[in-house]
């Protein structure tokens, strides 16, 4: 119910659409039985027999006048024997007669078929105007829901990311919400018209007999207790065929970003394979999901027929017995009776879609109520520009419970307007530290400071806005070369996003792509070499003017004449900045200030690069591991 309320609750921004459905909807009910009421009418006037007077004072001449189809009269000596129910019926039989009779028969055919055209021109009307109002509120709907979920996305912090599948997430946005759609149209379209298409109909039924209304009932609670066992069922395979496919999107997305490794490995067939087993298990979960959601129609339809057959045989009894209720009745209230099994038949699957929304509602909510590591404290201040320096203090980390600490008690200060190398083995913990530094993740212990103040009490917005970040997965959007560099800022001028690119060394390269700056460079900029990517990559930091700069291994894939133009970009960018720099490269950290040595989590050497190579360190170590065969060489 919960959930449900909340779904609910994305309507109220659309409550006067809703409104004029509802008004519409209640339109439609009214048409629909003023339909079914005046069918008796139509047929009495084209099949029925004048009544012939039989009073001998009455003159041939007369017959005419007084030979005439006379409801009025028969309905009114009805009204006066009977009461109640009955006395009801007659009133209004009488009164649709009135409105409807005419001196002749022909004359009362063309008023019936003007009011029948008029009445079927108003229900048509209102049943596109709801339909109309119904679909703009539930995809308005749908469309704030899926803004929501995008806008929380962005909130959460990297660790959701690496915790949850790709394709699992964007199942969730794109098939999950597409369901709860179900779940709206039933709340407001099937719970709310059907139920006034049934009231109507059913109050007819109760004015024509009572008696025969209750026999019609008897099976009501049988029908609602197997079409609850039915959305129960249904809400399990719903579940199962959601998860289905978000294994299915999520091995269809992971295998198109990794069409380079599946080819390489010759690993088509593998992914073949898993891809199928997949599909197959998708396609089992889809029939057992139509088999729960098709089931509750034919039951519905069984125990209608069976209210049906009972009802022929007890109305035909009253029929025959002539006196309870006359032939005219009892054909109209079969009309109204088989009118009324359609928004019945809706209502016995409406549960079922409703279970099938809350399924997918669950799974969409549980993204929505996973609240953010990451957030601003309530009184989070700007982040002033850096002036002095950056400082770790005694700042410890770990990913988990199950894991170990990724960094053990750092001590660090990077002064401002120094280039700070970091190098080790890798996972020592170089990027969790940097990580830290952006405010991707907090420390478990300790604190990092920017000019004394704590990032925790600053917005991650004003810290974000001051740091340039460039690393090895250089990651580029689908769009042009030029909205690559000036990244979310379309009104920058031409002029000075080619003067970042070209301080980046990327401006000649451009230049002879098809369009220039205006080139798409394709899904994660698959048209570019490595070298180039990471050129675009440091003319975006260029442009943005970060006074922070963080590379990580931002030149370890790369060839030698790639490495020296890219190396020659970043030295050009970090001049006058502050800087971390990791790199496996020892050759990229030579010009640095200073190099800092990180090793299991911890701090283990610091210094330059020509007094860590005099130590008997890990630095030395590792520098004599990558030159070793270089050095051989020379000799």
Same mark, same amino acid.
């Given at each position: 119910?919960?959930?449900?309320?909340?779904?609910?609750?994305?309507?109220?921004?659309?409550?006067?659409?809703?409104?004029?459905?509802?008004?519409?909807?209640?339109?439609?009910?009214?048409?629909?039985?003023?339909?079914?009421?005046?069918?008796?009418?139509?047929?009495?006037?084209?099949?029925?027999?004048?009544?012939?007077?039989?009073?001998?004072?009455?003159?041939?001449?007369?017959?005419?006048?007084?030979?005439?189809?006379?409801?009025?009269?028969?309905?009114?000596?009805?009204?006066?024997?009977?009461?109640?129910?009955?006395?009801?019926?007659?009133?209004?039989?009488?009164?649709?007669?009135?409105?409807?009779?005419?001196?002749?028969?022909?004359?009362?055919?063309?008023?019936?078929?003007?009011?029948?055209?008029?009445?079927?021109?108003?229900?048509?009307?209102?049943?596109?105007?709801?339909?109309?109002?119904?679909?703009?509120?539930?995809?308005?709907?749908?469309?704030?829901?899926?803004?929501?979920?995008?806008?929380?996305?962005?909130?959460?912090?990297?660790?959701?990311?690496?915790?949850?599948?790709?394709?699992?997430?964007?199942?969730?946005?794109?098939?999950?919400?597409?369901?709860?759609?179900? %779940?709206?149209?039933?709340?407001?379209?099937?719970? =709310?018209? @059907?139920?006034?298409?049934? &009231? $109507?109909? *059913? !109050? #007819? +039924?109760?004015?024509?007999?009572?008696?025969?209304?209750?026999?019609?009932?008897?099976?009501?609670?049988?029908?609602?207790?197997?079409?609850?066992?039915?959305?129960?069922?249904?809400?399990?395979?719903?579940?199962?065929?959601?998860?289905?496919?978000?294994?299915?999107?999520?091995?269809?997305?992971?295998?198109?970003?990794?069409?380079?490794?599946?080819?390489?490995?010759?690993?088509?067939?593998?992914?073949?394979?898993?891809?199928?087993?997949?599909?197959?298990?998708?396609?089992?979960?889809?029939?057992?999901? %139509?088999?729960?959601?098709?089931?509750?129609?034919? =039951?519905? @339809?069984?125990?209608?027929? &069976? $209210?049906? *057959? !009972? #009802? +022929?045989?007890?109305?035909?009894?009253?029929?025959?017995?002539?006196?309870?209720?006359?032939?005219?009745?009892?054909?109209?209230?079969?009309?109204?009776?088989?009118?009324?099994?359609?928004?019945?038949?809706?209502?016995?699957?409406?549960?079922?879609?409703?279970?099938?929304?809350?399924?997918?509602?669950?799974?969409?909510?549980?993204?929505?109520?996973?609240?953010?590591?990451?957030?601003?404290?309530?009184?989070?201040?700007?982040?002033?520009?850096?002036?002095?320096?950056?400082?770790?203090?005694?700042?410890?980390?770990?990913?988990?419970?199950?894991?170990?600490?990724?960094?053990?008690?750092?001590?660090?200060? $990077?002064?401002?307007?120094?280039?700070?190398?970091?190098?080790?083995?890798?996972?020592?913990?170089?990027?969790?530290?940097?990580?830290?530094?952006?405010?991707?993740?907090?420390?478990?212990?300790?604190?990092?400071?920017?000019?004394?103040?704590?990032?925790?009490?600053?917005?991650?917005?004003?810290?974000?806005?001051?740091?340039?970040?460039?690393?090895?997965?250089?990651?580029?959007?689908?769009?042009?070369?030029?909205?690559?560099?000036?990244?979310?800022?379309?009104?920058?001028?031409?002029?000075?996003?080619?003067?970042?690119?070209?301080?980046?060394?990327?401006?000649?390269?451009?230049?002879?792509?098809?369009?220039?700056?205006?080139?798409?460079?394709?899904?994660?900029?698959?048209?570019?070499?490595?070298?180039?990517?990471?050129?675009?990559?440091?003319?975006?930091?260029?442009?943005?003017?970060?006074?922070?700069?963080?590379?990580?291994?931002?030149?370890?894939?790369?060839?030698?004449?790639?490495?020296?133009?890219?190396?020659?970009?970043?030295?050009?960018?970090?001049?006058?900045?502050?800087?971390?720099?990791?790199?496996?490269?020892?050759?990229?950290?030579?010009?640095?200030?200073?190099?800092?040595?990180?090793?299991?989590?911890?701090?283990?050497?610091?210094?330059?690069?020509?007094?860590?190579?005099?130590?008997?360190?890990?630095?030395?170590?590792?520098?004599?591991?990558?030159?070793?065969?270089?050095?051989?060489?020379?000799?």
């Amino acid at each position: 119910m919960n959930l449900y309320l909340r779904i609910l609750s994305y309507v109220k921004p659309y409550w006067y659409f809703m409104a004029g459905a509802m008004v519409c909807m209640a339109c439609f009910a009214i048409t629909s039985s003023a339909t079914v009421w005046v069918a008796l009418p139509f047929l009495q006037t084209l099949f029925g027999q004048e009544t012939v007077q039989t009073d001998q004072s009455v003159q041939p001449g007369q017959a005419g006048q007084t030979g005439q189809f006379d409801l009025a009269q028969d309905s009114a000596n009805r009204l006066e024997q009977r009461t109640g129910m009955t006395g009801l019926r007659e009133s209004l039989k009488e009164r649709t007669s009135d409105l409807i009779t005419r001196p002749t028969k022909q004359a009362t055919l063309e008023r019936l078929c003007l009011i029948i055209l008029f009445i079927l021109l108003l229900k048509n009307i209102s049943s596109y105007l709801q339909a109309y109002l119904m679909a703009f509120a539930e995809n308005g709907v749908i469309k704030d829901l899926r803004n929501h979920l995008y806008i929380h996305l962005h909130r959460l912090s990297l660790s959701y990311f690496h915790r949850e599948r790709t394709g699992e997430l964007i199942s969730r946005v794109s098939y999950d919400v597409m369901k709860i759609n179900g %779940t709206i149209s039933a709340a407001f379209g099937t719970l =709310i018209k @059907e139920p006034m298409l049934v &009231v $109507v109909f *059913l !109050a #007819i +039924l109760l004015i024509l007999s009572w008696q025969l209304t209750l026999v019609s009932l008897v099976l009501l609670p049988l029908s609602v207790l197997v079409i609850t066992t039915v959305g129960r069922r249904l809400r399990r395979s719903s579940t199962a065929s959601q998860e289905a496919m978000a294994d299915l999107t999520s091995t269809l997305q992971e295998t198109v970003a990794g069409v380079r490794v599946v080819k390489a490995f010759n690993m088509e067939r593998f992914e073949i394979g898993k891809f199928k087993r997949q599909t197959q298990q998708y396609f089992r979960t889809l029939l057992r999901l %139509t088999h729960m959601h098709n089931l509750a129609s034919p =039951i519905t @339809e069984i125990l209608g027929s &069976v $209210v049906g *057959l !009972a #009802i +022929l045989w007890y109305g035909g009894r009253q029929v025959l017995e002539g006196d309870l209720l006359a032939p005219e009745d009892f054909l109209t209230f079969f009309l109204a009776l088989f009118s009324m099994m359609k928004p019945v038949k809706e209502l016995g699957q409406v549960h079922n879609r409703i279970q099938e929304g809350i399924a997918a509602a669950d799974r969409v909510f549980s993204i929505l109520d996973t609240a953010p590591e990451i957030t601003d404290a309530p009184d989070a201040q700007p982040l002033p520009d850096l002036r002095r320096e950056i400082r770790f203090n005694r700042v410890t980390f770990q990913y988990d419970q199950a894991s170990g600490p990724a960094l053990k008690e750092i001590d660090l200060e $990077v002064r401002s307007g120094e280039t700070v190398a970091l190098v080790g083995p890798s996972g020592g913990g170089k990027s969790t530290l940097v990580d830290l530094v952006a405010r991707f993740y907090d420390p478990t212990g300790g604190g990092i400071e920017i000019d004394g103040r704590d990032l925790r009490s600053v917005t991650v917005a004003s810290l974000r806005e001051k740091m340039g970040i460039v690393t090895q997965d250089v990651i580029l959007f689908n769009d042009t070369v030029r909205n690559n560099i000036a990244y979310g800022v379309e009104t920058t001028p031409m002029d000075r996003i080619r003067s970042a690119a070209s301080a980046a060394n990327a401006d000649s390269f451009i230049e002879q792509l098809p369009d220039g700056y205006d080139t798409f460079l394709g899904e994660r900029g698959v048209r570019l070499s490595g070298g180039q990517r990471q050129r675009i990559a440091i003319a975006r930091a260029i442009l943005k003017d970060p006074q922070i700069l963080i590379f990580d291994e931002a030149t370890s894939s790369l060839d030698t004449e790639s490495e020296l133009l890219v190396q020659e970009a970043i030295d050009r960018l970090m001049e006058g900045r502050t800087a971390l720099v990791i790199a496996h490269r020892l050759s990229t950290v030579q010009k640095a200030d200073r190099v800092v040595v990180v090793d299991r989590g911890r701090i283990v050497q610091t210094g330059v690069h020509g007094s860590l190579i005099r130590e008997d360190g890990l630095y030395r170590k590792l520098y004599n591991l990558q030159f070793r065969d270089q050095e051989l060489v020379a000799e």
